[in-house]
Structure formats: structure tokens, C-alpha cells
């Protein structure tokens, strides 16, 4: 019976792994992993207190085939789409416009209570951020304190039923492209369940220069697990398609990803786009309950193209409800050496 626990059990576990990975329901294991962990120790400490030495084994050797068979590498057959013409537009801002001088810093902090962010004002311009992306607030003195401390400009974008408010400021100002429009919204029509959209922009920062900025705009869970995890992927994979068009060497994707990104259906995506991950520790959740948790999930994540190294990524320890604010800092790779 030891050799059916210890031997049996990992491959089956594997093949059931092997079976749900690059699907909707690898990205809800994600998710989940935390929890599923925690759960297989306590029931194989307990089999090992209990004597059941093999059906510990058996448990132990089976998570970890689990996790080795959902991890198989993912294969997008599907070619790019050239986008609409307004992306197609934009592109040559974001491939023509004058190398990148100098290091950047991205503040993102996803959390939706006002008198957090505003008590944590100071500690955020102490930080020294290029740009500061607050998901979760649209509040217009928050911004304009903190465009105005910075010497720069904030745009807001009110929440919509499917994704949050969010504030976008920079040290300097969000350039033109061709239009009257200096963002531009980018819809993500997804099914089931809601519309995600993401933000392009193209900050200009005094001294470094221009750049192209996506910052997605993912639905928040409603309904259905499995429709949402559906949904994110579709999102990925339209963020990583307009990512192709608009040109990935300076692009710099960074906001709120809802789900941790490590599933290769989701970073293999982006990868196979020329983007690399900038990833912090992890910073949600911050309480559960109402009381600090331990944080599990990395849910505020970047790309970036071949054009910057990822210097760091990391969490700041600010009092938060939701997450911990992370902080991007990307250098530009040298044009004569990339």
C-alpha cells in the first residue's frame, strides 16, 4: 500500500497537473497556491503523527509533481494582429523618439482608501518617483499635491463596473502624438464577464526623456471564477499584442496585473514579445480580517522591453489596506551596446 502512496499518487498528480496547465484553471491555482500549500502540510504533518509515514511522502511528492506538471511551457500559435490604426499611429512615437538618458523610477501602489494614501504623502515623494501610479483612487487633490510637489502633471480615470479609479502622475509631462490627445485609452473587450482596458501614454521627464507607458486596467473578479480567469488571459494577451505594435524596446508596462503572473500562459506571453519581468517580493494581501497578514501574492507587477535592465523591484513598507506599494527602478541599456 506504501508503494501505491509514494509511487502512484506524485504521477497521477502529475498528469492532472499536466492537464490543467496553460488553462484558465492554472491561473486560479496561482492564485490559490498559498492556501493549497498550507493545506497539503497540515494533512501530511498529520499523516506523519499519525504514522502514515508513506501516505506523507506520498502527499509531499504529489504537491510538488502537481506543480511541476502545471508548468508546462506555453506555445502561442496565433500571430500578432497589427492593432487599429490609432495604435499603428502611435508607433512611430514610440520607436523614433530620442534614446533614454538616464534612470527612471516607478512608484505603483494599489490601494483604495484616501486617507491612507494621503497620510502617506510624504513617505511617497521621499522616494524620489519619476512617475506614481495610484490604482484605486481618481481623487483629484491626492493628485494634484502630488503633481505639484513633483513639478509635473496627473491625469485621472474614474472607475468604470468592471475596473478601478486610477491616478497617473509624472515628473515633467504626458507628450502629444500626432492628436489632441495626450493618453490614450486602449479597449479590451473580453467575454464572459467585463471589459478590461489599459492606458498609453508617453511621459516626458526632464533630463531622461520620452517613453512609451501602458498601464493595464484588468476587470476585478465578478461572477464566475473561471470567466475572470478567462477574461485576464484574453487581457494579457491584447496588452502583449499592443505592446507588439506599438514597439517593446522602450516600452515600460507596469500596474495592476489582479492575479500573480508567474503561469506560463501569462509570462511566456509577454516574453515571446521581447518584454522581461521586473517583479517584486510579494505585497498582497496586507491584512486579512482586518488584521496584518503575511503577504503571498505579487499582484502590481512591470514589463519592460530589451531597452531597459531592471536595476530593482522592490516592496515599500507604508501602512496599507490593501497592498504594499512597489517601486520600479529601470535603467536604460546603451544604445551602441544593446
Known sequence: MGVVFVCVMPIAA??????????????????AEPFLFAALMVCASSALIAGRTALSLGLVISGVSTIIGIQQPYVDNTSPSDGPEQLRTLKGCSILSKPIESPIRIFVWTEGHTDIIAAALPEILDLQPD??????????????????????EAKFFAET???????????GSFQYCGAEEDVWNVPIETEPVQPSNGIIAFPHIEQIGVFPLLIPRISKHRG??????????????????????????????????????????????FQNMGMQSAKSEPNWPTTMGGLPSLTLHTLDHAWVGHGWHVQSAKTINIVSRNRKPVLFDLTPVDETGA
Request: hydrophobic share 45%; net charge negative.
Open 161 to 171: 463596473p468592471s475596473t478601478s479609479s486610477l491616478t497617473a502622475i509624472v515628473r
Open 131 to 152: 512617475i506614481v501610479i495610484l490604482n484605486g483612487s481618481d481623487n483629484p487633490r491626492i493628485g494634484s499635491m502630488l503633481s505639484d510637489a513633483l513639478n509635473g
Open 224 to 269: 464566475s471564477w473561471m470567466n475572470w480567469a478567462v477574461d485576464i488571459i484574453r487581457a494579457n494577451e491584447i496588452i502583449a499584442d499592443t505592446s507588439s505594435v506599438l514597439g517593446t524596446r522602450k516600452l515600460v508596462i507596469a500596474g495592476d496585473t489582479q492575479v500573480p503572473t508567474h503561469p506560463n500562459i501569462l509570462s511566456q506571453t
Open 14 to 31: 502529475f498528469g492532472v497537473g499536466f492537464w490543467f496547465a496553460n488553462t484558465p484553471t492554472s491561473v486560479l491555482f496561482a492564485l
